[in-house]
């Protein structure tokens, strides 16, 4: 029976200030793409779904494991962590750590000077790669 993974695009926030965005739930085989569009429309879906749709939230599917069984979804849920298991987390995850590292390496060249070992812009390299490119066109 597979086990799938909602992410929503916008939280809910519990009363101890915890801020929910995942649901998992499980299906019948095949049955995934119907089960979502009920979920998308709030129908036949969980009080959690439901608040989250109310509230604009978008449910993207943050995973799927076709092979895992119930008892699976219920020790996962118990686990907890879903973020670590969402597809879509680890997107943005990867993207904030890009544009962290892009931002880093913009202000740091922006305020360093070229080391004077460095060779020029238009000058071959240790690998002679600017070379080849000059003369490839
Ligand atoms: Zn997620």
Aim: aromatic share 6%; proline share 7%; charged share 20%.
């Amino acid at each position: 029976m597979p086990v799938y993974l909602l992410h929503s695009t916008v939280p809910l926030q519990r009363a101890n200030g915890q801020t929910v965005r995942h649901y998992l739930g499980y299906c019948e085989p095949g049955n995934l793409l119907s089960r979502w569009e009920q979920h998308k429309k709030g129908r036949g879906s969980t009080p959690v779904v439901q608040a989250m749709v109310a509230r604009g939230g978008r449910l993207l599917m943050g995973n799927y494991w076709p092979t895992l069984t119930r008892t699976d979804e219920r020790r996962m849920k118990r686990n907890g962590h879903l973020s670590g298991r969402c597809l879509v987390c680890q997107v943005r995850e990867v993207l904030r750590r890009f544009d962290a590292l892009h931002s880093l390496v913009k202000n740091s060249a922006s305020t360093s000077t070229v080391p004077s070992n460095a060779p020029e812009p238009n000058s071959p390299g240790p690998s002679g790669v600017a070379a080849r490119a000059r003369t490839a066109g």
